[in-house]
């Protein structure tokens, strides 16, 4: 399977925004997952409309991708909802 | 008593009369400092079935009890409304107490609320003094500018965790309370540092208990430009500044080393969306705007507007500019999916209604949205 990208956008600083110089991103590789953080980020792909849920002012979204045989798919999640090995994968950075 | 599993409860401190537990903020059935779980937490435990039905039946009480308790409290913003429409010579006699202010640490763990701060006032740790001094001014500011009383205007304990997660580069409002991260001590410091920050997160308090502004498009933009506009002027209000002494930023005081020594001395600039110095420059004219964009981006638009309007009228900006944006987001009922021309009508409206011997007060906030294109 291939790469999850990762990246971590919103928050109070705006993080990933258009023009913005603080962003937070990573990958990791699905095999390096427990079984159950990998079930996980199959129910956040496969729940995606549902797993946006509440939008809370000022916290992090995540925005996950992989790329499959079907082509490359993208969920924007809320921190709440994310594993914490794809939460703890992201590096903040000046850009 | 044993306690709802809805509620979980500390120690009472019994410092101040801001630490103590304002009797309208304790639910129903829980004698003691309490906060709430949210609703979908205890919604899913009421169902969970892996949990047998005698350990279901307290989740599912306690919502019930949650459910009363909203009623109660609507109930009673709204009385305090009435009150303050019909005798309004009575809010001195009738001036509500403070809002309890409390503090929860979370160890560097990232379950809410964490451990209550026994008497965080008098803290040891500089960062639960810092959020209990600062959550209280803020509350203060609300009272003494706009006779508000909390975020919900009926007296809401106001609860911030702090250390929240290890290395976190962020503060939000999670519609119950604040949380504070400590920042990574490179880009960013810990978050407390930073007064207009504070007012920011506890502004959405304040917007989630009126207008409702949602978080996405026009509205979101709206939204997240009240809690900066309401941060900064909190900033200038706790510092006796007026418009021409005051810096305008957001988030100056929690840049961390790394940051400022690229050149970034703020977030965002209120007179200045746009500057280079901002972490996350924003645009100046509605003509930027299109839908999708990160409310913490569209802000700019309106966050401009307000400093315009405010430099043009002068003075001290929660006097005049201050009044009528609050009244725009206070006075009506809720608009969760407002557009900006909306907020922009209804701010020139109320300056004419609100200072009608003061044209140019209609005149300042007139030009300052036409500067933005709206």
């Known amino acids: ?95 | 008593m044993k306690n709802a599993p809805g509620f979980a409860c500390g120690r009472v401190s019994s410092g101040s009369r801001r630490d103590r537990l304002a009797p309208r903020a304790r639910p129903p059935r829980c004698d003691c400092r309490c906060f709430i779980i949210p609703t979908d937490v205890l919604e899913r435990m009421a169902k969970d079935k892996k949990l047998t039905p005698e350990e279901r039946k307290p989740f599912v009480d306690t919502m019930k009890v949650e459910k009363e308790w909203r009623k109660a409290r609507v109930a009673l913003s709204k009385l305090s409304h009435l009150v303050r429409t019909v005798l309004p010579a009575a809010p001195a006699a009738a001036a509500p107490a403070a809002p309890a202010v409390t503090v929860f640490d979370c160890a560097h763990g990232t379950t809410l609320p964490g451990s209550p701060v026994p008497n965080p006032g008098t803290a040891p740790d500089a960062v639960a003094k810092r959020a209990f001094t600062e959550t209280q001014a803020v509350a203060d500011f609300y009272q003494t500018c706009f006779g508000r009383n909390s975020v919900d205007d009926a007296g809401m304990t106001l609860m911030s965790s702090i250390h929240y997660s290890i290395n976190y580069n962020n503060a939000f409002w999670n519609g119950t309370q604040m949380t504070y991260g400590d920042g990574d001590g490179n880009i960013f410091i810990d978050f407390t540092k930073g007064n207009d920050v504070i007012a920011h997160e506890l502004t959405h308090g304040v917007t989630q208990y009126s207008a409702r502004l949602s978080y996405t498009n026009q509205a979101g933009g709206l939204n997240e430009s009240v809690s900066d506009v309401f941060g900064s002027m909190f900033r200038q209000w706790q510092a006796d500044q007026d418009v021409t002494g005051a810096d305008w930023l957001i988030g100056s005081d929690i840049m961390g080393p790394g940051a400022t020594a690229r050149g970034f001395t703020c977030l965002r600039d209120l007179s200045n969306p746009a500057a280079k110095h901002c972490l996350a420059p924003q645009p100046t004219k509605f003509s930027q705007y299109r839908d999708g964009l990160d409310p913490h981006f569209s802000s700019g638009i309106p966050n401009f507007a307000f400093y315009k309007a405010a430099m043009a009228i002068g003075g001290k900006s929660w006097e005049k500019a201050g009044k009528i944006w609050y009244q725009a987001l206070t006075g009506f009922p809720p608009s969760p999916n407002m557009r900006m021309s909306a907020f922009a009508k209804r701010t020139r409206s109320l300056a004419a209604s609100m200072f009608p011997t003061e044209p140019a007060v209609r005149t300042a906030v007139d030009k300052a949205w036409t500067a933005v294109g709206l």
């Open chain 1, 1 to 95: 399977m291939s790469l999850l990208h990762v990246e971590r956008v919103g928050g109070l600083a705006g993080f990933g925004g258009p023009g913005a110089h603080v962003r937070s991103r990573g990958q990791l590789d699905p095999d390096d997952l427990s079984a159950e953080e990998r079930h996980a980020v199959e129910v956040l792909f496969k729940t995606r409309g549902r797993a946006k849920g509440a939008q809370t002012p000022d916290a992090f979204h995540y925005r996950i991708s992989r790329t499959t045989a079907a082509g490359t798919e993208t969920v924007e999640v809320p921190e709440s909802a994310v594993p914490t090995a794809l939460v703890r994968c992201v590096k903040d950075e000046l850009v």
